[in-house]
T-cell receptor
């Protein structure tokens, strides 16, 4: 049981390049999330999805796009990377309702130079 | 909006020392409160949670009590081990119990425990 898997684990981009981060979960969860983690700021929610085909903005959505074409996958795209997007990105998933728990992936460390 | 404030770090302790990491929050309504732990090179893992006032969450010797009157959720452990060295995040969810993945996090506290 892999849980939440993020691809890639590390990436270096040049300013202006584009890339897509993939998050895959095998727990059949309805909800999925993308967070970024920056020193001294904890994790901040970028975008999230409450089901296949749906997406919504979180706290810091600017510069990112997402898609949830399949229930098990949640893609985070950077169309034109900027140095301010250097961060560690975490994906998470859970199901609605009390008593549930959010499961996190191991993170993607992205550096934009 | 909602916010979570954790004590400044990093925290350095000797093995078997007592640990307290302070966490206070600001939120409307009745949020659920969490402590997550991040070991080096890994993702976040849920350590414990409390979903209503006066609830005590506990796991692996760690405890935290949901204090609505002081809007706090301080993490404590009576005797830390080297293996407890990690980053600890306090977080809240204010989704009305519909989801615990939409979280507001504190800034994290780095804990280092020496033998």
């Amino acid at each position: 049981n892999a849980g939440v898997t993020q691809t890639p684990k590390f990436r270096v981009l040049k300013t202006g390049q584009s890339m897509t981060l993939l998050c895959a979960q095998d727990m059949n969860h309805e909800y999925m999330y993308w967070y970024r983690q920056d020193p001294g700021m904890g994790l901040r929610l970028i975008h999230y999805s409450v089901g296949e085909g749906t997406t919504a903005k979180g706290e810091v959505p600017d510069g990112y796009n997402v898609s949830r074409l399949k229930k098990q996958n949640f893609l985070l795209g950077l169309e034109s990377a900027a140095p301010s997007q250097t961060s560690v990105y975490f994906c998470a998933s859970d199901d609605p309702g009390e008593g549930t728990e959010a499961f996190f992936g191991q993170g993607t460390r992205l550096t934009v130079v | 909006g909602d916010s979570v404030t954790q004590m400044e770090g990093p925290v350095t302790l000797s093995e078997e020392a007592f640990l307290t990491i302070n966490c206070t929050y600001t939120a409307t309504g009745y949020p659920s409160l969490f402590w997550y732990v991040q070991y080096p090179g890994e993702g976040l893992q849920l350590l414990l949670k409390a979903t209503k006032a006066d609830d005590k969450g506990s796991n692996k010797g760690f405890e935290a009590t949901y204090r609505k009157e002081t809007t706090s959720f301080h993490l404590e452990k009576g005797s830390v081990q080297v293996s407890d060295s990690a980053v600890y995040f306090c977080a809240l969810s204010n989704a009305g119990g519909t989801s615990y993945g939409k979280l507001t996090f504190g800034q994290g506290t780095i804990l280092t425990v020496h033998p």
